[in-house]
């Protein structure tokens, strides 16, 4: 963790942190290295050389919700490279780049911060709604690849991405790894108000899963978690290889799920094996922990490191 820890830290360091950032607490950094190294074993694989013979012509990286570029941990004031940055600064490092921001402020300050991680300008920030210009991204990559290899980011604070939309990006992709953010209390709160009668959220929730709201909900009560339902959702769109990585804010409270899955190609098992590392590697870790570890690295320590 330390090193890793030490890694988020490094690529925060490579650009200017006066400008906007996203602001959130310490646990955020799991979801940053799950990015990293996560990118780091699927660019191994997409840019070997074999997979030029396979007939593979890009590994590309897209970012639904991309932020400002980095993250300031609002527990310790540390700055760490954010979501897009942690990915194309893997060290095996990727093609091209699509990283949509819907916010003006943060699109633009992640151009700024894109232009000097990527200085071959091997990248495109879409200032809009991923759900609205879906289309639009998928036709970029498609002008430069005929057969990409893709990976796909998708952290909404909420219920922000629509299934519909997810469902196109895996249609346009044979070869298209997807890392999602799900927020399972947030589906529960949202299916709370509905049990309520507060149908003003419907749409939010039968946009985020492609479904009628009743059979959701009827699911939820026979005991299916939003974050099982999720990961079966993500299975019927052939990616069945994955894993489920809880993200923890302090003891067992889970602030959200970070799925991880794969179709079952060429490097498929070094995939699903990335996501069982990450999995077990936070088993034991928190907020706290994260805090600890980062106060120990910048020599603010005065607690034990666990
Ligand atoms: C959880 S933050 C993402 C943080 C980023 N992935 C990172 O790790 O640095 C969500 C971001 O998505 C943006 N956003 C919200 N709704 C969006 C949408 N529909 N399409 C694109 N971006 C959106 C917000 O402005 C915010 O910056």
Redesign the pocket.
């Known amino acids: 963790m330390r090193e890793r820890l030490q890694i988020l830290l490094d690529i925060g360091k490579k650009v200017p942190n006066e400008d906007l950032t ?1 602001d ?1 607490g310490s646990y ?1 950094a799991m ?2 290295i799950s ?1 990293n190294y996560y990118s780091a074993v699927f660019s191994g694989v997409a840019r070997h050389p074999n997979r030029k013979l396979e007939g593979f012509d890009g590994a590309v990286y897209i ?9 300031k941990l609002s527990d310790t004031g540390d700055y760490v ?6 990915a194309l600064s893997n060290s095996k490092g990727f093609d091209f780049c699509v990283a ?4 003006k402020e ?1 699109a633009s300050v992640l151009e700024k911060r894109l232009s000097i991680i990527s200085p071959d300008g091997q990248f495109r920030v879409i200032n ?5 210009c879906i289309d639009q991204a998928i036709s970029i990559i498609k002008e430069k690849y005929q057969k990409p290899i893709v990976l796909a ?1 998708v ?3 909420g219920m ?2 629509r299934w519909n939309t997810l469902k196109k990006l895996s249609d346009a992709f044979f070869s298209c790894d997807f890392m999602i ?1 799900v927020s399972s209390s947030g589906s529960l709160r949202v299916a709370g108000k509905l049990k309520k009668g507060m149908d003003e959220v419907k749409e939010t929730f039968s946009d985020y899963w492609g479904e009628d709201a009743e059979v959701v909900l009827s699911e939820f009560a026979e005991g299916k978690t939003p974050e099982t339902k999720y990961g079966e959702k993500i299975g019927t769109l052939g990616r069945r290889v994955g894993d489920i990585i809880p993200i923890r804010d302090n003891g067992n409270n889970i602030v959200y799920y970070l799925l991880g899955y794969t179709r079952m190609t060429a490097g498929g098992s070094q995939y699903a094996s990335a996501f069982k590392t990450l999995n077990d590697r936070f088993r034991n870790m928190d907020r706290t922990a994260v805090t600890n570890i980062l106060n120990h690295i910048n020599a603010r320590g005065t607690g034990p490191l666990f």
Do not use: W
């Open positions: 996203n959130y955020t979801k940053l990015v970012d639904l919700f991309a932020g400002a570029g980095l993250v490279g954010g979501s897009t940055l942690c949509i921001e819907k916010s943060r809009d709604d991923c759900n609205e980011f952290d909404p604070e922000e991405i953010n």
